[in-house]
């Protein structure tokens, strides 16, 4: 049987790595990925992380079935507010330049904030043990968004009642999905309501990014992402847009439209 659930997952600053970029600037993702998210999941059930080199971590290995939703929080237009770091590395590891000493400077998101759903297999024992975990508070190693000292917290832990979305009417979709066709196709006309509050109203903005949603299985010793194409926006769409399949989450206040991958 399978369990929808929800947390509301904060951070005072972040740091997802693009693994495409490196001097001058290391960048970050803006939001938040399968991968990252994975991580922070296998942290809070205890799985151990990346120890041997060419083998991908325990968490991934058991988690990477795991289907996964995600909603940014507190944004502006889908994007986090972000600031650019500088700091010294002088370990003497970091570098071979004279003296040690490695000047990184790095992008940083600043207060991050997502809703993250899992649907989880009530007769998996490891799903059992997310599920208690999560609702109630407990974590079996510190999680961090992308550093170590950038850790994370979770809040408003849900279970949902869910049903597969066919869409009738024009729809929003509430958190990120992935893009197989463009977009612009699917829009719908304007909406507007006189009476609505802002925030409700549509079509006002979109926002994309290109995420991480595994490691290749072909090349899984060097570490690569797979990536995919997704979007964020508060647009409505044509009931005839079909890009992909995703679940009517009923709530007491209103129902939201969301895609897990």
């Not at 929800?6 to 993702?29: C, E, H, R, W």
């Not at 000292?149 to 990120?176: A, G, L, M, Q, T």
């Not at 979007?231 to 847009?241: G, L, R």
């Amino acid at each position: 049987m399978k369990k929808l659930i929800s947390i509301d997952l904060f951070a005072d600053f972040g740091m997802l790595k693009k693994p495409d970029t490196n001097q001058p600037v290391y960048l970050t993702f803006n939001m938040l990925h399968k991968p990252a998210l994975l991580g922070i999941l296998g942290a809070i059930t205890g799985l151990d992380g990346f120890k041997k080199k060419g083998k991908l971590p325990e968490y991934y290995l058991k988690l990477k079935e795991l289907q996964v939703g995600i909603q940014p929080l507190q944004h502006e237009n889908g994007n986090f507010q972000k600031t650019t770091i500088a700091y010294n590395n002088t370990t003497g590891m970091a570098s071979k330049e004279s003296g040690g000493n490695l000047i990184v400077t790095e992008q940083t998101l600043i207060a991050p904030a997502y809703r993250c759903y899992f649907y989880l297999e009530t007769e998996n024992e490891l799903h059992r043990k997310i599920d208690k975990n999560l609702s109630t508070h407990h974590a079996e190693y510190l999680p961090y968004l992308g550093k170590n000292e950038f850790s994370v917290w979770w809040e408003k832990y849900r279970e949902y009642d869910s049903e597969k979305f066919i869409p009738e009417n024009n729809f929003k979709i509430n958190s990120i999905f992935i893009k197989d066709k463009p977009v612009k196709e699917g829009k719908a006309e304007e909406y507007f309501d006189l009476f609505a509050d802002l925030s409700e109203r549509g079509n006002s903005f979109i926002y994309f990014e290109r995420l991480p949603v595994g490691y290749m299985e072909i090349a899984p010793k060097q570490f690569q992402y797979e990536f995919r194409n997704f979007v964020f926006s508060d647009w409505y769409y044509k009931p005839e847009y079909k890009t992909g399949n995703f679940t009517l989450l009923k709530t007491k206040r209103d129902d939201q439209i969301i895609q897990v991958f």
